[in-house]
Nanobody, 124 residues
């Protein structure tokens, strides 16, 4: 019943921008914290950002602070990640996940629901 569907990934040059979206359904979206988590090639899962249920508290990984912005539209049941000044090291599969999680390296079972992921590739 619960579904999280990411979109907006793709290939972009260094310094470029992308906006990821996560469409949520099957639960009361406005009652849950949400996160973006990524997995780069050969590396562990890393929490990129989190946002609380109301959208007035956020958290960011040091590596993306000042470049990425997490937001949500509870009326549309949608989570967003605006990604600016992209770097090659941002290349990863980006996942939408339900929950706040913890900073840094994480395990999949820290979240109860996950999207399928969307590929972001930053390359010249």
């Amino acid at each position: 019943e619960v579904q999280l569907v990411e979109s907006g990934g793709g290939l972009v040059q260094p310094g470029g921008s992308l906006r990821l979206s996560c469409a949520a359904s099957g639960f009361t979206f406005s009652s849950h914290h949400m996160s973006w988590v990524r997995q780069a090639p050969g590396k562990a899962l890393e929490r990129v950002s989190a946002i609380n249920f109301a959208g007035d508290r956020t958290s960011y990984a040091d590596s993306v602070k000042g470049r990425f912005t997490i937001s949500r539209d509870n009326a549309k049941n949608t989570l967003y990640l605006q990604m600016n000044s992209l770097k090659p090291e941002d290349t990863a599969v980006y996942y939408c996940a339900r929950g706040w999680g913890t900073s840094g390296i994480i395990l999949r079972d820290e979240y109860d629901y996950w999207g399928q992921g969307t590929q972001v590739t930053v390359s010249s």
